[in-house]
């Protein structure tokens, strides 16, 4: 397995953990005490405003640690180039998390066209955003295995 398939593994495990656990924590502290917060507008601005930095600095985190850890137990220095295939790679990974979060995106406003209460866009948006993310490395670990 090269390393850019365990760094996409590492990624889907650590998107994983940070969704859940953001998750419990939001109904634990938030939604359990008072179910009529899902129609607040501003709850559901303040969870995505604390979301995307958790995930983003929880990844990097993650990932620090995976190269050190990496590197201590395989020996192997991480890759420093990416060659014309790796681009394509991610080219290809990119283009299926956007048609994927696109799609998500256009059902959440349809969810407000059909009159569906506020949260139910709400969660659409958010679990389309982390269905984008795993699928776009799901598409990595494939196309390094293919070959492409």
């Known amino acids: 397995?090269?390393?850019?398939?365990?760094?996409s593994?590492?990624?889907?495990?650590?998107?994983?953990v940070v969704m859940g656990f953001y998750s419990m924590y939001v109904y634990r502290n938030y939604i359990a005490?008072?179910?009529?917060i899902l129609n607040d507008f501003q709850f559901?601005?303040?969870?995505?405003?604390?979301?995307?930095?958790?995930?983003?600095?929880?990844?990097?985190?993650?990932?620090i640690v995976f190269a050190i850890a990496n590197r201590i137990i395989t020996r192997e220095d991480i890759p420093g180039f990416s060659d014309?295939?790796?681009?394509?790679?991610?080219?290809?990974?990119i283009r299926i998390?956007?048609?994927?979060?696109i799609f998500g995106f256009m059902t959440s406003m349809g969810s407000l066209?059909?009159?569906?209460?506020?949260?139910?866009m709400f969660?659409?948006?958010?679990?389309?955003?982390?269905l984008a993310s795993i699928a776009s490395e799901v598409a990595k670990i494939v196309y390094y295995r293919k070959g492409y």
């Open 1 to 7: 397995m090269g390393h850019q398939e365990k760094q």
């Open 9 to 16: 593994i590492v990624s889907i495990i650590g998107s994983i």
């Open 33 to 36: 005490g008072d179910l009529e």
């Open 44 to 63: 559901w601005g303040r969870s995505f405003l604390f979301l995307i930095p958790i995930a983003i600095v929880t990844q990097i985190v993650i990932h």
């Open 84 to 93: 014309e295939r790796d681009k394509l790679i991610e080219l290809k990974a």
């Open 97 to 101: 998390s956007h048609w994927i979060f």
């Open 113 to 120: 066209a059909l009159g569906m209460k506020p949260y139910a």
């Open 123 to 130: 969660l659409i948006l958010i679990s389309s955003g982390f």
